[in-house]
């Protein structure tokens, strides 16, 4: 599957984004997918996953409450819907796919990536 995310861009803190992750490929509905963050000098760390069915997602504790992800099988895309946005939150996000039912925390673990979208929150 090839990923292409995009959405990114320049916000104040207390605005909102919506990233999306288009996926090629007539298999789409059998990925979990999930998004990543890396800042500058941190390692990437998981933001938040949606579940092969979509019915499980997960997110990390700093985004809890103000992201939540989605996924719409028939357009082939996942999304990421950030409201409350916090400079801290400013990063190079990038979605990810798995064909494994579980959801991994790791990147070393997810095989399909797209490429980044810069978010830059200011305050």
């Known amino acids: ?40 000098g941190n390692n990437r760390e998981l933001v938040s996953g949606i579940s092969v069915g979509g019915r499980r997602t997960i997110y990390a504790d700093s985004v809890k409450g103000r992201f939540t992800i989605s996924r719409d099988n028939a357009k082939n895309t996942v999304y990421l819907q950030m409201n409350n946005l916090k400079p801290e939150d400013t990063a190079i996000y990038y979605c990810a796919a798995t064909e494994s039912y579980r959801l991994f925390t790791s990147d070393k673990d997810y095989p399909y990536w797209g490429q980044g979208t810069l978010v830059t929150v200011s305050s």
């Open 1 to 40: 599957v090839q990923l292409q995310a995009s959405g990114g861009g320049l916000v104040l803190a207390g605005g909102s984004l919506r990233l999306s992750c288009a996926a090629s490929g007539r298999t789409f509905s059998s990925y979990g997918l999930v998004w990543f963050r890396q800042a500058p």
